[in-house]
């Protein structure tokens, strides 16, 4: 193939639709990446859970067969990729595969050699690297980009956690994070001995942690993608955290909204401005492709601080690659496939983030990722199925129709979800049940969970139905991220 350089937005479109080697996202489920393969031909998911009970055309879900238990999401990838089914599917289908993940090691890098592919994303290794929230701190301060006021330290126990809080000047109301973990599993509030105590085990011993000044903040997301034209930086979402009524975790991601008027245009526009920094900054690390950062932004202060980087797509990817703006040139994602695919690019990325920076570009939708907040351990015995569910004028939730795209939400009354448990799965504290997308907003303007949000996700939970766990049953929580 000649190697003509792409010059537009209209021409990186075609180049896809004309994709002749299969490309494969393979994961828990296809929910980061859901729609990409009405934008990319040749474009398939490899699925552990089968959100769409066969329905969905692009999706293969191997039968399952006898594995370790999963530890992680790598781990789910690796059975996968090494699943006789999956492994016939691809020679069957031929071509130069290529391979997209959530997750991945150095184990999952050599399976994709093994299978004649190449792994498109950087190497596990600096993403692992560039994934340490204490590494992101350094990142951020070479890149311009500043971090709530923090001390990177090893901590030994509460005297010396004081200590060090005397020394750098951050007070004792302090927030911890360990180098990795994720949606409030790692993050600890401390403002007492006593809740030192009851983290102690998680803070003592773990190397380095990174040790922050507590500010009030609202959280916010933004994702962005480093090639070798420049960073393209998506819009500034607002982030639920810690709602009881979708995780058990304090300080736990729960979903995302999506809206023009998000922040003030002057927050906005810094928040873009730093991200393009940070990608560059990326780009002198070695790093490249898709990434999102997380941004507090302080309430008295208005100021903002860098939270943390995902190296990677996210539970936000949904959200970036399905708006309007996304719509009406390409999703963000396929500048990530661009970047690997080789072939010769050359567009005005200014413009593009001009373009996207408009209010215009950008219509409002939410998301709510529903999690089993009850301290209970149960089998599912009926779930609801993935599709269009409507809220009735008295507030009850029903399911309509199928359906495996959320651009089909026709009003505010109705709403996309897509579950993850289903019948026969166990059902614990912290287990994702699914991930519901409505229009419009599902937080007030002070930040609270509205109404309807309430009513929508007491709807979908009352949908499933369990019988409890013989007594002499029980089950860890997994406690690792599938999406």
Not at 178 to 195: L, R
Not at 400 to 415: I, L, M, T
Request: charged share 30%; hydrophobic share 35%; proline share 4%.
């Amino acid at each position: 193939m000649a190697r003509k350089t792409l010059r537009n937005i209209s021409e990186i479109r075609r180049f896809f639709h004309t994709n002749t080697d299969p490309i494969y996202f393979v994961s828990a489920t296809n929910f980061n990446l859901l729609g990409l393969d009405e934008w990319v031909r040749n474009f398939k998911y490899i699925c552990y859970m089968d959100c769409f009970d066969g329905r969905h055309p692009n999706v293969l879900v191997p039968s399952e067969v006898p594995h370790d238990e999963f530890q992680s999401i790598e781990d789910i990838n690796n059975y996968l990729l090494q699943h006789k089914e999956v492994v016939d599917y691809i020679k069957e289908r031929g071509g130069k595969p290529k391979f997209v993940f959530l997750m991945f090691d150095e184990k999952t890098e050599q399976l994709v050699k093994e299978l004649g592919g190449e792994l498109w994303f950087p190497k596990a290794k600096l993403r692992t690297q560039m994934d340490n929230k204490i590494e992101t701190v350094r990142v951020g301060n070479k890149a311009g980009v500043p971090s709530v006021p923090n001390t990177l330290s090893e901590v030994k126990d509460y005297d010396h956690l004081r200590e060090i809080c005397d020394k750098a000047d951050l007070g004792h109301d302090l927030v911890l994070q360990s180098a990795f973990g994720d949606s409030g599993h790692t993050t600890f509030f401390i403002k007492s001995e006593a809740d030192f105590r009851k983290h102690e085990h998680e803070i003592v011993g773990e190397g380095e942690i990174k040790i922050m000044k507590r500010i009030d903040c609202r959280g916010s997301a933004i994702e962005a993608c480093a090639t070798s034209q420049g960073t393209i930086v998506g819009p500034l979402m607002t982030e639920l955290v810690g709602f009881k009524d979708l995780t058990p975790y304090r300080g736990g991601w729960c979903g995302n909204e999506i809206f023009a008027t998000a922040f003030t245009p002057k927050q906005r526009q810094q928040a873009r401005d730093l991200t393009f920094k940070f990608g560059e900054q990326l780009r002198k690390e070695g790093y490249r492709g898709y990434f999102e950062l997380d941004f507090l932004i302080d309430k008295k202060s208005n100021d903002i601080w860098l939270g943390e980087l995902n190296p990677r797509i996210t539970g936000a990817s949904s959200m970036t690659n399905h708006a309007a703006f996304a719509h009406a040139d390409a999703p963000l994602f396929l500048f990530h496939l661009l970047e690997f695919s080789k072939k010769p690019f050359d567009f005005d990325v200014e413009e593009l983030n001009n373009r996207w920076a408009d209010p215009e570009m950008i219509d409002s939708w939410s998301q709510m990722v529903i999690k089993h907040t009850d301290d209970n351990v149960d089998i599912i015995t009926e779930a609801p199925q993935s599709g269009i569910y409507k809220m009735l004028p008295d507030g009850k939730v029903v399911f309509d129709r199928f359906d495996y795209h959320r651009r089909a939400v026709e009003s505010e009354d109705e709403a996309f979800f897509l579950r993850i448990l289903k019948a026969g799965d166990y059902r614990y504290e912290g287990a994702d049940l699914g991930i519901l997308v409505t229009r419009g907003r599902s937080m007030t303007k002070s930040f609270q969970l509205t109404p309807k949000a309430k009513q929508w996700i007491a709807g979908i939970k009352n949908s499933y139905y369990a019988r409890p766990l013989p007594s002499a049953k029980v089950l860890e929580d997994p406690a690792f991220k599938i999406m």
